[in-house]
């Protein structure tokens, strides 16, 4: 029994690596086809691929390398779960790289050697959880504080306030989750609560991240561009203002964000629905309370629903 079962496991994990081999080449075929369309593409619409991230980043990312001629990636990614759906997995199987990922997903490190072929680049593992007060210090312990190609960011939680302390500039790229439930017009985020939880802090889940027009008004500050969202409309991208000339595309007017916050997909829960719309849970959110950026305090969510 014992050796069937190592038999089983090692079959397994061939077959997962060839199903990502298989992946890997038809991403690839895609990306023959964005260089040659380079200077054509206007919108990132236009550049959406997955194969190893949550929805069409892949695409976008590759896209963004590629404006910017950057050969050798040098990346962190906070929140990757065990590392076989995120951001920058693709750019670790195909691109010369350096990379941190940082998550406290359980045993993480050895999730990561069972999918990755870790001697094809440098990868540096921090299983724990991220906040305020700790990023800073892990990346310089790490030393990714600075000259960095791509930073995604996606926690669920208190990423509004980890994109705060972190400093003005230190990578041409960013990735930033946001939670497109909060509309386009507010400036709010979950509260910042040291290893927040979405569905511990309210059981529908729908409190998570920061509302796009606050990741944006933080990005201007700290000199960065928005340049659009994934097909989902949860992740958005930034790029560095002094490297925005790199890229072709018409740059999306930030005074009206609604096409960015079309909720497109359904991740709350109720008592009796695994998947469940805003509506679905509208009744049960009356006391639920975000942490209002311009007014600097909680407030009741329902209060302030009514400009979304």
Same mark, same amino acid.
């Given at each position: ?113 069972? #999918?990755?072929? @870790?001697?094809?680049?440098? %990868?540096?593992?921090? !299983?724990?959880? *991220?906040?305020?007060?700790? =990023?800073? $210090? ?16 996606? #926690?669920?939680? @208190?990423?509004?306030?980890? %994109?705060?302390?972190? !400093?003005?500039? *230190?990578?041409?790229?960013? =990735?930033? $989750? ?36 606050? =990741? ?93």
């Amino acid at each position: 029994m014992i050796i069937k079962k190592i038999f089983r496991k090692i079959l397994d994990r061939l077959f997962l690596r060839k199903f990502d081999d298989i992946k890997i080449q038809k991403g690839q075929i895609f990306e023959k086809h964005l260089i040659t369309d380079l200077k054509n593409i206007k919108n990132l619409n236009q550049t959406y691929f997955k194969v190893f991230s949550q929805d069409t980043e892949d695409g976008i990312i590759q896209y963004l390398l590629k404006s910017l001629n950057i050969q050798t990636v040098k990346f962190v990614e906070i929140g990757t779960q065990d590392y076989s759906e995120s951001n920058t997995r693709y750019i670790y199987e195909t691109m010369r790289c350096e990379g941190l990922i940082i998550d406290p997903y359980p045993e993480l490190e050895k999730k990561v050697n069972k #999918i990755l072929r @870790v001697w094809k680049n440098k %990868l540096k593992i921090h !299983n724990d959880y *991220i906040n305020p007060e700790n =990023i800073n $210090e892990i990346l310089i312990q790490n030393s990714f504080n600075s000259d960095l190609d791509l930073f995604s960011i996606d #926690i669920d939680g @208190v990423d509004y306030w980890v %994109l705060e302390k972190i !400093n003005p500039k *230190i990578s041409k790229i960013f =990735i930033i $989750e946001y939670n497109p439930y909060f509309g386009s017009k507010l400036e709010i985020s979950a509260p910042n609560i040291k290893k927040f939880d979405r569905f511990k802090y309210h059981s529908s889940g729908i409190c998570w991240g920061a509302s796009l027009k606050a =990741i944006i008004n933080l990005m201007k500050k700290k000199g960065y561009t928005f340049l659009g969202s994934n097909r989902l409309n949860c992740n958005s991208f930034f790029i560095l203002n002094e490297l925005l000339d790199k890229v072709k595309l018409n740059i999306p007017m930030t005074d009206n964000l609604s096409e960015f916050t079309e909720v497109k997909f359904n991740v709350l829960r109720t008592k009796d629905k695994k998947y469940a719309s805003f509506l679905d849970i509208k009744n049960d959110i009356k006391n639920l309370e975000v942490f209002d950026l311009i007014k600097n305090k909680m407030v009741k969510f329902d209060e302030i629903s009514k400009d979304i």
